[in-house]
């Protein structure tokens, strides 16, 4: 069974950093796009940031110059950091992937159970 587990979440001033992480488990055989996603009270789940296995990004443009995705290909996790923070930042972020389980399998698509970030004015 596979698993993305995040981290890093929590409460912070405007104007301040955070670090998300997601771990991918269980049986994989690969994992090509992994990426952030984040949602507001009251609104659709939204792009944050993707990064695919070669290491090519793509940004909202909310987040471009503030936030950096990267990811460890050998640990098959993702990384979200978020500098200069601001209120508009609040949502629960979620983890999402694209990965194989087997060489025989065709890629399946994965959530992770979101975790909560809150930026304070």
């Known amino acids: 069974q596979v698993q993305l587990v995040e981290s890093g979440g929590g409460l912070v001033q405007a104007g301040g950093s955070l670090r998300l992480s997601c771990a991918a488990s269980g049986r994989i055989y690969s994992v090509s796009v992994m990426g952030w996603y984040r949602q507001a009270p009251g609104k659709e789940r939204d792009l944050v940031a993707t990064i695919s296995s070669a290491g090519n990004t793509n940004y909202a443009d909310s987040v471009k110059g503030r936030f950096t995705i990267f990811r460890d290909n050998s640990r098959n996790t993702v990384y979200l950091q978020m500098n200069t923070l601001k209120p508009e930042d609040t949502a629960v972020y979620y983890c999402?992937?694209?990965?194989?389980?087997?060489?025989?399998?065709?890629?399946?698509?994965?959530w992770g159970q979101g975790t909560q970030v809150t930026v304070s004015s």
């Open positions: 999402n992937a694209d990965l194989r389980s087997s060489i025989r399998s065709a890629p399946v698509n994965y």
